[in-house]
């Protein structure tokens, strides 16, 4: 089974405004990982987070890991249409377990 | 191009039919995954090689999916026998031998009618 649950399952936000997505995940990790994917298409990496990092920014995004709460979340700020997409939190053991994923629609 | 690249893209195949898929990872990326995505959920892991060993394989993997490596470059990944509940995207991926971040290609959808 999947180790990551990411909330909401679905996000309708204006154009401009901020989307914020979390993960749960259920076992320690080495990191983890955040991955868009564009309805059809391949799985696109975007921000990775180590297990002793705390926040992390690359452009637009902001990613906080709480390993206490065993919890993430993705922050994507002046959201755009283009930004409309599934975003995946990813963990990494032994190899990598996805969540269910959140979509994401960034009205004009 | 030096992403992952996958082929066939699309295949229909008619139930009961064999299917194989074709991985080229990222050059100089020695591990390669394979995963199985449906709609609306999360890619599956179903295989991972390290170089031509296959390394661990998820309980998804039926005794009618198989998945090789033979010279731990590209990989295929076989379906004898299809069934419609194999109808889904299969995705492959590499990582380099930091294995932290893993590359995904653009996937083959598979469609058993």
């Known amino acids: 089974s999947q180790q990551g649950e990411e909330d909401p399952q679905a996000l309708s936000i204006q154009e401009g405004e901020n989307a914020t997505m979390n993960c749960s995940y259920k076992?320690?990790?080495?990191?983890l990982q955040w991955y868009r994917q564009n309805s059809g298409r391949g799985l696109v990496h975007l921000i990775l987070?180590?297990?002793?990092?705390r926040e992390k920014h690359s452009g637009r995004l902001r990613v906080t890991l709480d390993t206490s709460k065993k919890s993430s979340s993705l922050l994507i700020t002046a959201s755009r249409a283009a930004d409309t997409a599934s975003y995946f939190c990813?963990?990494?053991?032994?190899?990598?377990?996805f969540g269910t994923g959140t979509s994401l629609t960034v009205i004009p | 191009d030096t992403g992952v690249s996958q082929n066939p893209r699309h295949k229909i195949t008619k139930r009961g039919q064999n299917v194989t898929f074709r991985c080229d990872p990222i050059?100089?990326?020695?591990?390669l995954y394979w995963y199985r995505q449906t709609l609306g959920q999360g890619p599956e892991f179903l295989t991972y090689?390290?170089?031509?060993?296959?390394?661990?394989k998820s309980r998804l993997l039926s005794d009618r999916f198989s998945a090789e490596r033979p010279k731990g470059s590209f990989s295929t990944l076989e379906i004898q026998r299809t069934e419609q509940g194999d109808s889904a995207m299969y995705l492959c991926?590499?990582?380099?031998?930091?294995?932290?971040?893993?590359?995904f290609g653009e996937g083959s959808w598979l469609t058993v009618v």
């Open positions: 090689f390290q170089n031509e060993a296959q390394l661990e």
């Open positions: 987070i180590r297990s002793n990092e």
């Open positions: 076992t320690s990790i080495n990191n």
């Open positions: 991926a590499s990582s380099p031998p930091d294995g932290n971040t893993i590359y």
């Open positions: 050059s100089e990326h020695n591990r």
């Open positions: 990813a963990t990494k053991s032994n190899q990598f377990y």
